[in-house]
């Protein structure tokens, strides 16, 4: 069968956690694109043509067609190439795949943003707590050496999202004491010749967190004024 | 090959939208189970045993094997028993069905019950501003008499909150004017046969809705006084 030119398009932005994702799994499945980086706060027309309902990246374009929503882009990537899997086979085991990186995106993204960037001292306390509640849950759920055993999966990539955190947090989010397992995970993770190829610098990362902190304030002082 | 005895219980609570996805997707099915309906407000210890993440129902337990939220079940059921898929079969068709069932939970159902059940009127409005933008996003979605077309499919089953929320609802959500594709898809997707059988009565809907916001405005009280 000859092969077909196939066209693959990421639309990101260097730093986002989520795109992150995407990219991981691109790499994962060793599969060639195009970046194109999407500058943040400002909303380009591609992006608003692909993403009209979000406006937001990462938006995958496989041969014209466009996906957003981190999770499901990942899920089309493993639906589309079969390589290298990033779902478990076993159907309960991709259910508690769904259902775990889902979690992290309900308990665990929304806590850690708030745990930092909303001016309320109390409510950040209170997001900070939610946050430990929720890495509690992912650190009795991690048995092996990645949430995926011996190889990094949907949950891994998921997870992704806690370990960039962790280097713009003010707290600490784990370390030998405090959720040892995810403390041994995230090195781990990091270290995956994989992972450790996509990962932004610390400055990237933190320049990220604060563009997009910054873009939010902007929106809710907006909002009030309304 | 032998048929396998199966288990197959769902927790649930009458009158949850949540619980009603899981049930048409398990008469489309056709898979015999158990129901074992949960109080409101009330945490059973098998509902803590099987759920001790989110405490809530739906709860699929297959063979001993629990599963939470619904989406997550809605994928299970369709890789665990192949016939009449919910999901199409074309991997960008099935990130389309999965983008939409969670635009639904993230745009649809946060404001639904916002428009109706929060105290502060302005608070209501701007709600219902916003369940509106959602909603004409689906109207503009909506190609056929169901979102998967001739049958209906993931999209479908996720978005009969919606309808079952219009008996809730004080006020439109849509009619033969306002929006008046959601308006016949309502209608054609009541009188499916399936899906017909499952929903429950105006009063069983009027109860879930009235005894679920009671049951949040008692969590958001104790967390106040805290």
Redesign the interface.
């Known amino acids: 069968m000859a092969a077909i030119e196939e066209e693959v398009q990421l639309l990101g932005a260097v730093g986002s956690p989520f795109v992150i994702r995407v990219q991981i799994a691109l790499k994962l499945k060793g599969i060639e694109h195009k970046y194109v980086e999407e500058k943040l706060g400002y909303l380009s027309e591609t992006l608003l043509n692909y993403n009209p309902?979000y406006k937001m990246v990462p938006v995958l374009v496989?041969n014209g067609?466009p996906?957003?929503?981190s999770?499901?882009?990942l899920?089309?990537i493993d639906?589309?190439w079969k390589q290298n899997p990033i779902l478990p086979n076993d159907?309960?085991q991709?259910?508690?795949d769904?259902?775990w990186s889902?979690?992290i995106d309900d308990?665990c993204v929304a806590a850690a943003w708030k745990s930092v960037f909303i001016p309320d001292e109390k409510e950040r306390e209170k997001a900070r707590e939610e946050l430990f509640e929720a890495l509690q849950?992912l650190e009795n759920e991690l048995k092996d050496k990645f949430f995926g055993g011996e190889e990094i999966s949907f949950v891994d990539i998921a997870a992704s999202f806690i370990t960039l955190f962790q280097d713009v947090a003010e707290f600490l989010l784990f370390s030998g004491d405090k959720f040892p397992k995810l403390h041994k995970w995230s090195q781990e993770f990091y270290n995956h010749p994989v992972v450790k190829e996509i990962m932004p610098t610390k400055e990237q990362q933190h320049g990220f967190f604060k563009a997009r902190a910054a873009s939010i304030a902007a929106a809710n002082k907006a909002a009030a004024s309304k």
Do not use: G
Request: glycine share 0%; proline share 4%; no cysteine.
């Open positions: 309902v496989h067609k996906i957003s929503e999770r499901v882009i899920e089309y639906e589309a159907p309960y991709r259910a508690l769904r259902f889902k979690f308990k849950f």
